[in-house]
Each structure stands twice: as C-alpha cells, then as structure tokens.
C-alpha cells in the first residue's frame, strides 16, 4: 500500500494535481494544454512505450566482427566516464572468439579508454587516436580509414544509436551497432498509480531523444559551419 500511495505524495505529482486544480477553477485552454503537455511527457506509460518504440528501432543483432569501433564519450587524462565504461562493457559482451580482437577506440584521452580495455580483454589488438570533438568529425575522420573494411561493428549507448545507424548510411559503411544499456531507455515500473502520477526520469528520457534528433537536424542543415565537417 506504501508503495502505492507515496508517489502521490512526490513534488512533481502535487504540481501536477495542483496544476489540475487550476484547471478546473479557471477553465483556460492554456492551461489544460500546460496541464496536458506535463502529463504527457512525464506519464511512465507513455514513456515506456516511447522506449520500446526506439529500442526497436536502434536494435541490431549481435554479429561477428572483424573490427570493433568503441567510440568515445569523453572523459580526462586520468579517469573514465561511466559511459565508455559501459561502451567496453558491452564490447566484452560481445566478443565471443577467444583469440585477439581488433579494436579501434576514438576519443582524445587514449590511455584510460586502453588501460580498462586491457582488463576487460587481455588479448585485445587496440588502436586509438583523437577523431574529433563531436559524433559527426569522428565519423569524417574514420571514413577514409573504414571505406575498404567489412564486418564492422560500432559501440555506442543506446541513447546515441539512431545517429551513429544515421550516419553509417551516410557514409555507406558495411557496419552494425552494439548499443550499451542506459539507465534512459530501461523501463519504469508503472502499476496502477503510473496512469495518476508522472515520473521525472522520463522527461530525462525525452531530453536525450529531442537532442539526438536535434543534433541531426542541425548536422545536415547546417554541415561544416555548425559541426565542423
């Protein structure tokens, strides 16, 4: 019953009921829509089926590779992000023959990237160099070096997938992609309570998808001036 009853409780709900109140005391269309747009995006029943729909569409079927692209997320000299902690994770995952693999990683701050690499697969062939600042410049600068390649398989978070598969097209690259688990697009435990109440992580959810797309838009409308490819 705890369960049940405390998210009514939560901030984000009391505002939402509050903003219901005015509703019907006011009676304005304004905002029935500023009710209705916050409900919406922050309803886990929604969202959940919004995950679905992108996980189905970034999904790829784990294939041999004869080249394994861990594309950087950052970082320093000194420590690695969860996030390309994640990207090696799941490389690991995939890997299934026992002799050396081949691994290409992109990112400025080599040395973190290579030393978990190294004990995560002690019998890794890694190659790593800095190919830009952005998703667009790195796939510029590996192009040249990927045309002639087959079997390629790039990993990446989930989140980040629809662009990467975007620009594999662009770039005609004989290519899959192995996409890391995030905490954004796993599924919210929505019960009875989730059709009242509405849960921020899915409007983190929605943030990551609207600058994914956003980031795209603006890529190939505004090319080199704006991305610097």
Same mark, same amino acid.
């Given at each position: 019953?705890k369960d049940? @009853?405390e998210?009514?409780?939560?901030?984000?709900?009391?505002?939402?009921y509050g903003?219901?109140?005015a509703?019907?005391?006011?009676?304005k269309?304004?905002l029935w829509?500023l009710w209705?747009f916050y409900? @919406?995006v922050?309803?886990?029943?929604?969202?959940?089926h919004?995950?679905?729909?992108?996980?189905?569409?970034?999904?790829?079927?784990?294939a041999?590779?004869?080249?394994?692209?861990?594309?950087g997320?950052g970082g320093? /000299?000194?420590?690695?992000?969860?996030?390309a902690r994640?990207?090696?994770?799941?490389l690991? /995952?995939?890997?299934?023959?026992?002799g050396?693999?081949?691994v290409l990683?992109?990112?400025?701050?080599?040395?973190?990237?290579?030393?978990?690499l190294?004990?995560?697969?002690?019998a890794?062939?890694?190659d790593?160099?800095?190919a830009?600042d952005?998703t667009?410049q790195e796939?510029a600068s590996?192009?040249?070096?990927l /045309?002639?390649?087959?079997?390629?398989r790039?990993?990446t978070?989930?989140?980040?997938?629809?662009r990467?598969?975007?620009?594999?097209?662009e770039?005609?690259?004989d290519?899959?992609?192995g996409a890391?688990?995030s905490?954004?697009?796993r599924?919210?435990n929505?019960?009875?309570?989730?059709?009242?109440?509405?849960?921020?992580?899915?409007?983190d959810?929605?943030?990551k998808?609207?600058?994914?797309?956003?980031s795209?838009?603006v890529?190939?409308?505004?090319?080199?001036k @704006?991305?610097?490819?």
């Open positions: 019953m049940l @009853l998210p009514f409780l939560y901030p984000q709900n009391l505002l939402l903003l219901l109140f509703c019907l005391l006011y009676r269309k304004g829509l209705g409900y @919406l922050g309803n886990t029943y929604i969202a959940n919004a995950r679905l729909w992108y996980q189905q569409g970034i999904s790829s079927v784990t041999p590779a004869s080249l394994y692209v861990v594309l997320c320093s /000299a000194t420590q690695l992000p969860a996030c994640a990207r090696i994770q799941q690991n /995952a995939e890997v299934a023959q026992p050396p693999v081949a990683i992109t990112t400025r701050y080599c040395q973190p990237y290579l030393d978990y190294q004990q995560q697969l002690p890794v062939v890694a790593c160099f800095d830009g952005n667009y796939f590996l192009a040249p070096r /045309a002639q390649q087959r079997q390629i790039f990993i978070s989930d989140f980040h997938s629809w990467v598969s975007r620009l594999i097209a770039y005609q690259l290519a899959s992609i890391a688990s905490q954004t697009l599924p919210v929505c019960s009875l309570n989730c059709f009242f109440t509405v849960n921020l992580s899915n409007l959810f929605y943030s998808l609207t600058a994914e797309f956003s795209y838009a890529y190939k409308l505004g090319g080199r @704006l991305t610097g490819v």
